[in-house]
Structure formats: C-alpha cells, structure tokens
C-alpha cells in the first residue's frame, strides 16, 4: 500500500507541475488507481474462478456417474422382479409393497447423495459471487474515494500536495484494511475449494453406490422369500 501513496504523490507532483489541467489529472489518477490494484487482484480471481469452473465439472461427473449406477441397478433388479412375479399366480401385493419401501429407501440414499453434491457446487460458487462483487465494490469504492482528494485543488502545488496528503493516508489505512480483507477471503477460498473432489466425501459418494445396490439386492432376495412363502 505504500506503492499506493507513493504513486498518488508522483501524480501530483509531475502533473501538477507542468500545468495539466485538474480535469485530466483526475481522469488520469482514477483510472491509474484502479488499473493498480486490478493489477493485484484479477490474476488471484482469475485463479479461483479456475479452481470453481473444476469444481462444476466434477460435480457434472459426479452427478452422471450416480444417476447412471442407479439407473442400470434398477433396472436390471425390476427386469428380475417382472420375471419374479411373471413366474407365479399368487397374489404378490403384500410382497411388493415391501419391496417398493427398500426400493424408495435405496432411492433416497442416492437422492441425499445428489442434494449434499448440489449444495456443495451452489456454496462454492455463491462465495465465489460474493468475493467477486467485493472486490468490484473495492474498486469502485476506491475510485470514488481517490476523487474527493483532489478536492483539494489550489494553484499553489506545494497547499495542494499538503491537503492531498492529510487525505491520502486516512483513504490509505481505509483501501489497506479492505484490501487486506479480500485477500484473506482469496486465500481462504483457495485453501477450501483447490481440493474440491476430496471434500465430496462428505457426500459418501465413495460408498452411496455400493450401499444402493445392496439394498436393491436384498430388497429382491426379500422379495423372492416372500413369494416362496406365499
């Protein structure tokens, strides 16, 4: 931020004193300030925008790999249980229903995998948006601020540099705090989402597949006793 302070007052001094006029030194000074810290931050956002487009696309893959286990499982499990029922006359209601419960519950294991992965993509781009637009209010802010120093315009550069540089360190100590808060939300980001995948194991995706075919499975072997019985 010292760089800051430093690159206001070389504004002044060059430009004041070769009689730019104050309309195109404020135009200069603003867009220069910007420019800076742009400089400093946009490469940081450009990282983590990166790391959340990694993070969607293995959700997308997640998402496909769950649906589609439990879209082959199911079906050859119900191809099995019309075969089942195909094969006697009994009246199999009783049975079935106690089927179709361990089939929703096979369901739902997969559904509860689906909504914690969903969430997962939804809260990393939410903080994402939220990084983002502080950083556009920073700047923003930060160009309004710079203005109101030079309302300290004089004729006589040497007023002009003392009343710039009262307001200079006050809007120096303000960008220094805020901008020392975004790049801690950036590390912050960047240290809980580079892993993404790993932290989809909350989501006991590693396990939901094999635990919804087990429960497909002895739901049908259920089932099979059932009718045997009947």
Not at 194 to 214: H, K, P
Request: aromatic share 10%; charged share 25%; hydrophobic share 35%.
């Amino acid at each position: 931020m010292a760089k800051f302070v430093t690159f206001l007052g070389l504004i002044f001094v060059v430009y004041g004193v070769h009689g730019t006029s104050y309309d195109k030194l404020y135009a200069y000074a603003n867009e220069k300030v910007a420019e800076y810290f742009e400089n400093e931050i946009d490469p940081a956002l450009a990282k983590l925008e990166g790391v959340v487009v990694k993070a969607v696309y293995i959700v997308e893959l997640v998402q496909i790999k769950l649906n589609q286990t439990w879209s082959e499982t199911a079906e050859k499990i119900d191809t099995d249980v019309d075969t089942l029922i195909n094969g006697t006359s009994a009246d199999v209601s009783s049975c079935l229903s106690e089927y179709s419960n361990e089939k929703a519950k096979a369901s739902e294991i997969l559904a509860n995998a689906t909504s914690c992965v969903n969430a997962k993509k939804t809260t990393i781009t939410e903080v994402y948006s939220t990084i983002k637009a502080d950083i556009k209010s920073f700047i923003n802010d930060l160009s309004e601020d710079t203005k109101s120093a030079w309302s300290c315009s004089t004729f006589n550069i040497w007023k002009l540099w003392k009343c710039a540089e009262t307001y200079i360190s006050s809007l120096e100590n303000s960008a220094q705090d805020t901008y020392s808060n975004l790049t801690s939300q950036i590390k912050n980001f960047e240290a809980t989402y580079s892993d993404f995948g790993s932290s989809l194991e909350d989501c006991a995706i590693t396990t939901v597949e094999a635990t919804a075919t087990t429960r497909l499975t002895e739901s049908y072997n259920t089932l099979k006793d059932c009718i045997a019985e009947l």
